[in-house]
């Protein structure tokens, strides 16, 4: 099986940049609920992933 190589800094840096892009110009209160919205998808994603995984057990 081949080694998956994860370079992080690397991912965390396209992440942030594309972000900054997103988020240039609006207000504290747009960019508050521009991550609150993120956070609510990953947490769906999170729940989707952990179901599948006791699914599988």
Do not use: C, P, W
Not at 2 to 17: F, H, N, Y
Request: glycine share 2%.
């Amino acid at each position: 099986m081949a080694q998956l190589k994860i370079k992080a800094v690397e991912m965390t840096r396209k992440i942030r940049d594309k972000h900054y892009q997103q988020l240039l110009g609006l207000s504290r209160a747009e960019r508050l609920a521009f991550y609150r919205e993120k956070a609510r998808l990953m947490n769906e994603k999170a729940k989707k992933l952990a179901k599948r995984t006791l699914e599988r057990a």
